[in-house]
């Protein structure tokens, strides 16, 4: 079956920092690669995708690159706002298929 | 667009009451997915809808939890009777689906429902 794992949070770090977050999968396909973030309070968001091998998904300073040979889909974001402080989650679809496997998420917290 | 709408936003019942979460997906979207939120469990997706019929219901827990899709731009999500372990919150979720196509789901603000 598909799964996605992310790495545990709470991630902590200052305002300019840079960011990453780790995400892994396994799919039986050739699945689309999702970032979505969750502000508080808030429903989920898209926040960028990635539907083959080596693209670069990228939105609002993120971005991640699907790595086929890794099966992984890192969020990074090069100096991180406290505005972002929020819970990330990473997700898969199978192509064709309508429903996403999601990450347990991982939530950022940026102090100024 | 209005995007996905929700309703209530809140909700607070007591054990054993019936609690029914409704939901408006984005006007030509022909996939509806419910799904639950909580501390310990993360994301989990109940049931979602294609053209109105429900494909995937795997993810409802018990009998107490029932959904239904009348036509394309409604649905309810009914708990009955429900439970303290309920609480949680509830997204609800459309997409507009092709085979082939990557399909980024668009979600609701949630419904956030307290049983005592």
């Known amino acids: 079956g598909n799964s996605v794992t992310q790495m545990e949070g709470p991630v902590t770090l200052s305002e300019e920092a840079f960011l990453t977050i780790n995400c892994t999968y396994t799919?039986?396909?050739?699945?689309?690669l999702f970032w979505y973030v969750q502000y508080p309070g808030e429903g989920l968001q898209l926040l960028l995708k990635?539907?083959?091998?080596?693209d670069k998904g990228s939105n609002k300073g993120f971005e991640a690159t699907y790595r086929k040979e890794t099966t992984s889909f890192h969020l990074e974001k090069g100096s991180v706002q406290v505005s972002d402080s929020a819970v990330y989650f990473c997700?898969?679809?199978?192509?064709?298929?309508?429903?996403?496997?999601f990450g347990k998420g991982t939530m950022l917290l940026v102090s100024p | 667009d209005a995007g996905v709408i929700q309703s209530p936003r809140h909700e607070v019942t007591e054990m054993g009451q019936e609690v029914t979460l409704r939901c408006k997906p984005i006007?030509?979207?022909?996939?509806l997915f419910w799904y639950r939120q909580t501390m310990m469990r993360g994301l989990e997706l109940l049931i979602y809808?294609?053209?109105?019929?429900?494909?995937?219901d795997s993810g409802m827990p018990e009998d107490r939890f029932s959904a239904k899709m009348p036509n394309a731009s409604f649905s309810t999500l009914k708990i009955q009777p429900s439970e303290p372990r309920d609480s949680a919150v509830y997204f609800c979720?459309?997409?507009?689906?092709?085979?082939?196509?990557?399909?980024?789901?668009?979600f609701g603000p949630g419904t956030r429902l307290t049983v005592l």
């Open positions: 979720a459309s997409s507009q689906s092709k085979a082939g196509f990557v399909n980024e789901q668009f």
């Open positions: 799919a039986t396909g050739y699945p689309s």
């Open positions: 990635a539907t083959k091998a080596d």
């Open positions: 997700a898969l679809s199978d192509r064709g298929y309508s429903t996403l496997t």
């Open positions: 006007s030509g979207h022909n996939s």
């Open positions: 809808f294609n053209n109105n019929v429900p494909i995937d």
